[in-house]
């Protein structure tokens, strides 16, 4: 796997800082092709901020990504929109249109970018909204629908328009263990079957873990490793173990940096 | 607060002022010259016409109404003192299409419509619905943005016309039919003082400039709004004082460049 082709996204040396904090800090990733990557790390580590960036919706400091032979930043807003025609994404909200029923939101990436006809467009709705088991819940409104419901009518939308690359952005979260189940057997299953490349991002260890080809463990703007993930589970990196065995004190803190604990008892609110 | 740190919040916000002034602007041409590439912009236009426009004319009459009638009553009070209460129309016409017709128009669209406008945007933007649209291939600025500004920039001045039209009846149902005042002479006083060119189409080129800008105000406040509960509701404030400031400010810009 070493030919560059064989990678869907390469992010190359990308710096991205919000304000006066730097969220990646000379990152290389890469994606590879027909695979299903999990991106892992704790919460607030810039899991989502990655996706956002593959999508070109916030642009790096410095650095390029490469998705399927463009560099994404560099891209014009017209051809920007026509690259996203190839991607889908799912939300950690769904991001269903609330004023459009299931069956329409289905509908909206094939109205909005093909001229099929009324009836092929039906067929490809339902075909999709048969893939995620939702096809009786076409006339349903988006507020009519569970949270777990909501995700894969969402999928469904994503992969209208039968995209090369996925992009999940916390599938699992807040998720019922029998949605959880469906979740997780879909991503595998519709990247199997279409020939998609998935990037999962999660802090959901043991759901990504089993799915994923690949893993990325990033934080503090870094990288902190990659492999399988029965590579990953037997690291000899300290953070990396933690990370993986949900260890709550080790070189990420149980606590938040602050002054000696015995002191601050000892000051009067004057002091202070 | 040292003085220095006076001047640096007084220069950020500064900063943070033009900026939003110069996203403002790009955010417009971006909507008004984008290339439009969806063939149901029409339908989209309309959706748009039908939620910012027709929805807004029960209040926009009822307040004409309202407003032509104490026009009329103030007017009549004011009038029979000099003993020319005949001009009572003439003065209800004048006042209603060159000031109050627009201005008022663009008050109430500001809080019916405008803030409307920004909330719907702003939820969409909190709710990632806009982001899903940009993943989905599809600009927001024109699929969502453009159909509800252009519903603005269509109706508004449509409204402002059915106000005065409104108001003018009410005026003439308190002078004529209440206080006695002869119609003849209402509505003869009315035709005679009233110039196409310097009354009426005045007042419609006043209805498209604050028909222009509260809107973009309102759209360009909810898409820049920040994602949260308390961003949206201070974003939908903004647009109220925004708009109406901006409306009362360039009123009387071009009152004094028009009269």
């Given at each position: 796997?070493?030919?560059?082709?064989?990678?869907?996204?390469?992010?190359?040396?990308?710096?991205?800082?919000?304000?006066?904090?730097?969220?990646?800090?000379?990152?290389?990733?890469?994606?590879?092709?027909?695979?299903?990557?999990?991106?892992?790390?704790?919460?607030?580590?810039?899991?989502?901020?990655?996706?956002?960036?593959?999508?070109?919706?916030?642009?790096?400091?410095?650095?390029?990504i490469w998705v399927d032979g463009q560099n994404i930043p560099e891209l014009g807003r017209e051809q920007l929109f026509a690259a996203r025609q190839h991607m889908g994404?799912?939300?950690?909200?769904?991001?269903?249109?609330?004023?459009?029923d299931?069956?329409?939101?289905?509908?909206?990436?094939?109205?909005?970018?093909?001229?099929?006809?009324?009836?092929?467009?039906?067929?490809?709705?339902?075909?999709?909204?048969?893939?995620?088991?939702?096809?009786?819940?076409?006339?349903?409104?988006?507020?009519?629908?569970?949270?777990?419901?909501?995700?894969?009518?969402?999928l469904a939308r994503a992969i209208a328009l039968d995209p090369a690359l996925m992009m999940y952005d916390e599938p699992f979260v807040g998720q019922d263990p029998i949605s959880m189940g469906v979740l997780v057997r879909l991503i595998r299953l519709l990247n199997d079957a279409m020939g998609l490349t998935s990037i999962v991002v999660s802090h959901d260890l043991a759901e990504t873990a089993s799915i994923a080809d690949y893993l990325y463990v990033v934080g503090d703007g870094q990288v902190l490793g990659q492999g399988t993930p029965e590579e990953l589970m037997n690291s000899d990196n300290p953070r990396i173990r933690q990370f993986m065995q949900g260890e709550p004190d080790g070189p990420v803190p149980f606590h938040y940096p602050a002054q000696n604990y015995v002191q601050d008892l000892m000051q009067t609110e004057k002091d202070a | 607060?040292?003085?220095?740190?006076?001047?640096?919040?007084?220069?950020?916000?500064?900063?943070?002022?033009?900026?939003?002034?110069?996203?403002?602007?790009?955010?417009?041409?971006?909507?008004?010259?984008?290339?439009?590439?969806?063939?149901?912009?029409?339908?989209?236009?309309?959706?748009?016409?039908?939620?910012?426009?027709?929805?807004?004319?029960a209040i926009i009459v009822v307040s004409g109404l309202f407003i032509g009638m104490v026009l009329a009553l103030q007017g009549y009070n004011i009038l029979v003192g000099y003993g020319s209460e005949q001009a009572v129309g003439q003065?209800?016409?004048?006042?209603?299409?060159?000031?109050?017709?627009?201005?008022?128009?663009?008050?109430?669209?500001?809080?019916?419509?405008?803030?409307?406008?920004?909330?719907?945007?702003?939820?969409?933007?909190?709710?990632?619905?806009?982001?899903?649209?940009?993943?989905?291939?599809?600009?927001?600025?024109?699929?969502?943005?453009?159909?509800?500004?252009?519903?603005?920039?269509?109706?508004?001045?449509?409204?402002?016309?059915?106000?005065?039209?409104?108001?003018?009846?009410?005026?003439a149902m308190v002078a004529v039919d209440w206080l006695g005042v002869y119609s003849g002479s209402y509505w003869s006083n009315m035709q005679n003082s009233v110039e196409f060119t310097e009354d009426v189409l005045n007042g419609l080129i006043k209805a498209v400039v604050f028909a222009f800008v509260v809107t973009w105000i309102a759209v360009f406040q909810g898409y820049d709004c920040e994602p949260t509960s308390e961003g949206i509701s201070r974003a939908t404030t903004r647009t109220v004082v925004y708009a109406s400031l901006a409306v009362l400010g360039l009123d009387f810009i071009l009152t004094a460049l028009m009269f």
């Open positions: 796997m070493n030919d560059a082709s064989d990678y869907i996204v390469e992010l190359k040396n990308i710096t991205f800082r919000r304000g006066s904090r730097v969220i990646f800090d000379n990152v290389d990733i890469r994606i590879p092709r027909g695979k299903v990557t999990g991106i892992m790390g704790p919460s607030g580590c810039g899991k989502t901020t990655l996706l956002r960036l593959i999508g070109a919706q916030l642009r790096p400091d410095s650095g390029s994404m799912l939300f950690q909200s769904g991001a269903l249109f609330t004023d459009l299931v069956f329409e939101n289905v509908a909206f990436p094939l109205r909005v970018h093909t001229d099929l006809p009324e009836d092929m467009i039906r067929d490809i709705v339902l075909l999709k909204l048969e893939a995620v088991g939702l096809r009786g819940a076409r006339a349903l409104m988006p507020d009519e629908l569970s949270g777990g419901m909501k995700r894969r009518v969402a | 607060m040292s003085l220095v740190d006076r001047v640096v919040l007084l220069g950020r916000a500064g900063l943070d002022t033009l900026a939003a002034l110069g996203r403002s602007g790009l955010f417009l041409v971006n909507v008004l010259f984008g290339r439009a590439r969806f063939g149901n912009g029409w339908t989209l236009l309309v959706k748009q016409l039908h939620a910012v426009g027709v929805m807004s004319l003065m209800v016409a004048l006042t209603l299409l060159r000031e109050l017709g627009p201005v008022v128009t663009a008050l109430l669209f500001a809080g019916r419509a405008g803030s409307a406008l920004t909330a719907e945007i702003g939820l969409m933007k909190a709710t990632e619905q806009l982001s899903s649209m940009e993943m989905i291939g599809v600009d927001p600025l024109k699929y969502v943005i453009a159909p509800r500004l252009w519903a603005g920039f269509i109706s508004m001045p449509l409204l402002a016309m059915v106000f005065c039209v409104v108001g003018i009846w009410g005026g």
